[in-house]
């Protein structure tokens, strides 16, 4: 059973990220329409548009770095389905040791430098910009995504004396809610917050979509881009959007509902799966439709300040009201 986890486990994950992840997009497509009074694409849309980048021909410019270009796709879908054998998907993770939350931080980084490398290795002036662009918005938003997590982590050593707490799993085996006081709570609150507004950036969506900004400079980071390795940095983008939900709902709505119907072993991993999914489509659609339909797009001085500046603001005010409630 272990050697039959651990060889098939992972292809397993990897697609449940992917179709959920397609799923997500397609739904939130029509969300987005419909809040718009359009009638939108059907849910169905990223599928087909995977088949059909699938079946096309990989075209690369005459003046880039090949295999570089080439690579990048590749190991951006690898890296950020890697992360998802870190998260409890209402169950436990496939993979878990210490440190691994320091781990997911550095792997969910990758598929942003994917895209950078493959960009400049493209040689073109569209896809640089776009590069740039997106140096700029990871140097803003990879503070207070820092800040977010370290304060967790902080507050949970003030209550369990262990020493794995930068392991995920043990952080979503131990919600921090029932921990804290009302000085916590807020601070978990504003922490939460923090996290739901990075996950936008993170997957550059609307308004902060400047790296690709078709309007704008043509795709930018994708600009250069076709085929099978547009599909590879289609399906990664819509894995992310599952991992940083899934990080949300692992960090602070670890929650699970089988509890209390005391049925066989299989069905609860079915619910408590089912109600992940539920969790991670809520934080998806908070985080990302709802967002996405309110806002315009940033320009990328508007991004860095509210990046650098509320949100990082509000983080170290999380932090802060984690610590008082400490010492009150």
Not at 4 to 24: E, K, M, Q, T
Not at 268 to 289: H, N
């Amino acid at each position: 059973m272990y050697i039959l986890r651990s060889v098939l486990g992972p292809f397993v994950v990897a697609f449940i990220g992917i179709f959920f992840g397609l799923l997500y997009k397609g739904v939130d497509r029509i969300l987005h329409a419909r809040m718009q009074k359009r009638v939108g694409p059907p849910v169905t849309q990223p599928f087909l548009d995977v088949r059909k980048l699938l079946i096309k021909e990989n075209l690369v410019p005459e003046n880039a770095v090949d295999w570089l270009f080439n690579l990048m796709p590749v190991l951006s879908l690898v890296s950020v389905t890697s992360i998802l054998l870190y998260i409890p998907l209402g169950f436990d993770p496939l993979l878990s040791t210490k440190g691994d939350l320091i781990l997911i931080l550095y792997l969910l980084m990758l598929p942003a430098i994917c895209l950078m490398v493959g960009a400049f290795a493209s040689s073109s002036p569209y896809a640089t910009v776009g590069a740039q662009r997106e140096m700029v918005m990871m140097i803003s938003y990879e503070f207070p995504l820092a800040v977010t997590i370290i304060s967790m982590v902080w507050r949970l050593s003030k209550v369990h004396a262990a020493s794995n707490l930068f392991t995920l799993e043990y952080i979503s085996t131990h919600p921090l809610w029932g921990e804290v006081g009302v000085f916590g709570a807020i601070g978990l609150v504003i922490l939460l917050v923090v996290l739901l507004t990075v996950i936008p950036v993170e997957l550059s969506r609307v308004p902060f979509d400047i790296p690709e900004a078709e309007s704008e400079i043509a795709g930018g980071l994708l600009a250069e881009y076709s085929g099978k390795n547009l599909a590879m940095f289609y399906m990664s983008d819509a894995v992310k959007a599952i991992v940083m939900a899934g990080l949300v709902v692992a960090l602070f709505f670890p929650y699970t509902i089988s509890q209390y119907f005391g049925w066989p072993l299989y069905l609860e991993y079915i619910i408590d799966f089912a109600f992940f999914l539920v969790k991670t489509f809520i934080i998806v659609f908070v985080s990302v439709t709802v967002v996405r339909t309110a806002f315009a797009r940033y320009k990328i001085d508007q991004v860095t300040y509210v990046f650098w500046v509320p949100v990082t603001v509000a983080s170290l005010i999380g932090l802060l009201l984690l610590y008082l409630d400490v010492i009150l």
